[in-house]
């Protein structure tokens, strides 16, 4: 029955999750599908400010990308700055030529297609040790909470893959828990994003 309930409550909680990505779509006046062969979208939620950030990367078709860094206020219900990005060709002035196919390929590279959810490796967030309890030994678990930080939801469209995922903390759970791929390939892509688009 507890199990039925923590499924029940664990479901609402992503319905609740989706719905709010759509209203804020529908603000941004962007489609909740992805519409390109080529896209990725991550939602940058911080827990304890109003404030999300939103990146949307796309081609539109022959390397003709696009990217666009949204801030968005939770409290307004709307949009307080757009951030267009070019990718020049060559250089002008002291804008260098950038490849965003080759950024999009390491995003590739990170495994981002297949990423589950961090609930689905939660077990993997803890470690095992054996107790005594009431004179009797018993595996336990030692597991480290971060309740306050950033979570990310992110949705990717590469061909006729398509995936979606989210995960909080990263880097703090990375610090304890340095031999969990996930962990790994979700800072990678957050790297990526840093060093390209300053998310």
């Known amino acids: 029955m507890k199990v039925f309930l923590f499924l029940i409550i664990l479901l609402f909680s992503f319905h609740v999750k989706a719905q709010e ?66 990718f020049p060709k060559e250089s002008i002035g002291k804008l260098k030529p950038k490849d965003a196919n080759l950024i999009w390929l390491h995003l590739l590279l990170t495994n981002v297609e297949f990423l589950p959810d961090i609930e689905r490796v939660e077990y993997k967030l803890s470690t095992p040790f054996i107790d005594l309890q009431k004179g009797e030994k018993v595996l336990n678990r030692k597991k480290v909470v971060v309740t306050d930080g950033v979570g990310y939801q992110v949705y990717i469209k590469n061909g006729k893959i398509e995936n979606n995922f989210s995960f909080y903390n990263p880097e703090t759970y990375l610090k304890y828990y340095p031999k969990v791929d996930e962990l790994i390939a979700y800072n990678e892509i957050l790297s990526i994003l840093k060093k390209e688009f300053n998310l």
Not at 35 to 56: A, C, P, V, W
Not at 64 to 82: D, E, M, P, R
């Open 21 to 86: 990505i759509s209203e804020i779509n529908k603000v941004l006046e962007i489609s909740d599908m992805l519409g390109f062969e080529k896209e990725i979208r991550i939602y940058k939620d911080y827990s304890i400010t109003n404030t999300m950030q939103i990146l949307r990367m796309y081609d539109e078709g022959k390397d003709n990308w696009k990217v666009y860094k949204y801030s968005y206020s939770k409290n307004l219900n709307q949009v307080t700055k757009i951030d267009g990005l070019i």
